[in-house]
């Protein structure tokens, strides 16, 4: 893979400068064997990436591993990558092998910084919200680690608007380090992150990192309508497999109408519908840098391309018009919006 101009940004309110692509590493040591997974770190940063994301429960610990291989054998790459793991998950059977209390994740940043045979992680994020541990004790976990520079920021995933407004304000309350940036789910399929996540962060300044911004493979095109899927594909392996099984989607009529309208400006602009999905997602509010999920080269290629990709503001109106999520008039349909927005000069 040859260098490209890639699109740098900041990472959510941080001065620290990602590529808008990271490279997602659920993969290694499951789909993508050591070999494969360095092959494709290889090519990421030979693209021009310098943004990594892993996270202790990937593969038990295995992902970090292979990426802290990786990184030992290329410490001039390694200088400029921005690396980020994160912690929450189980790591074993006992009662405080998983959460977000201060014991948990000592043990697992501890662990995660040994995988990865680094002395800090960039970014260290929450992998979900944790209802026992009380959110003070948290925080305060996390400013303690960049204050000690084990990490350099923190950040969160999946969680709600309310929980990250909790946090934010929390943090700020008590003078401690604040979060830079949210990891939700978020692609042409799956817009419901807009009604209060997308607001939540734009009012903290919290870049988001979508995962599976191509829901699950949907969005690259390779699925026919009632054609159950089958071969080396994540549906054919395993057609019922969580929030992306076939059957749900297939029967949803505005799964197809938001595919053709992705096959159609794929035409048009000579590129994959992988391509479309991601320029699309990478030119929404609030969106720091798109989590790459893939186990290929092919994949991967295919992909990156997409940070050149330029949709016209007519295509991208298309596009999401076609995704609108379906929702009730109230709170957050035309009669919600129009109770939460007044006229400048008055009036009804």
Do not use: C
Not at 91 to 100: C, I
Not at 123 to 135: E, F, M, N, S
Not at 289 to 304: A, H, K, P, Y
Request: glycine share 10%.
């Amino acid at each position: 893979m040859t260098q490209v101009d890639l699109t740098y940004r900041t990472l959510g309110r941080s001065g620290t400068v990602v590529s808008a692509q990271a490279l997602g590493t659920m993969t290694f040591g499951a789909e993508a064997d050591e070999a494969t997974s360095h092959s494709l770190l290889d090519a990421y940063v030979a693209g021009g990436g310098n943004f990594i994301d892993t996270a202790d429960v990937y593969t038990a610990g295995t992902s970090e591993e292979i990426i802290g291989r990786w990184l030992a054998s290329h410490p001039t790459e390694a200088r400029q990558m921005v690396l980020a793991s994160k912690g929450r998950f189980p790591m074993g059977q006992g009662p405080n092998d998983l959460g977000t209390s201060r014991r948990h994740l000592r043990d697992a940043l501890d662990a995660s910084l040994r995988r990865l045979g680094v002395d800090h992680i960039d970014l260290y994020q929450l992998h979900a919200w944790d209802a026992i541990t009380p959110l003070d004790e948290t925080l305060r976990f996390l400013d303690d680690a960049v204050t000690a520079g084990k990490i350099g920021y923190y950040g969160f995933s999946n969680f709600t608007g309310w929980q990250l407004t909790k946090a934010v304000h929390l943090a700020d309350r008590h003078g401690w380090s604040l979060p830079v940036t949210l990891q939700p789910q978020y692609n042409l399929l799956v817009r419901g992150i807009e009604h209060e996540i997308v607001p939540a962060a734009l009012d903290a300044g919290i870049g988001l990192l979508p995962w599976s911004p191509l829901g699950g493979g949907w969005l690259s095109g390779k699925y026919r309508r009632d054609e159950s899927p089958t071969g080396s594909t994540r549906l054919g392996e395993n057609p019922e497999r969580g929030m992306e099984a076939w059957e749900k989607r297939n029967a949803d009529d505005r799964t197809w109408r938001i595919l053709d309208a992705v096959s159609a400006v794929a035409e048009e602009q000579g590129a994959s519908a992988s391509q479309v999905s991601l320029a699309w997602l990478t030119a929404q509010p609030a969106v720091t840098s798109v989590i790459l999920g893939v186990r290929t080269f092919e994949q991967l290629r295919d992909n990156m391309a997409a940070d050149s990709l330029e949709l016209s503001t007519e295509q991208l109106d298309r596009l999401t018009l076609a995704s609108a999520p379906e929702m009730e008039d109230y709170p957050y349909g035309t009669a919600g919006i129009q109770q939460r927005h007044r006229k400048l000069g008055g009036g009804r």
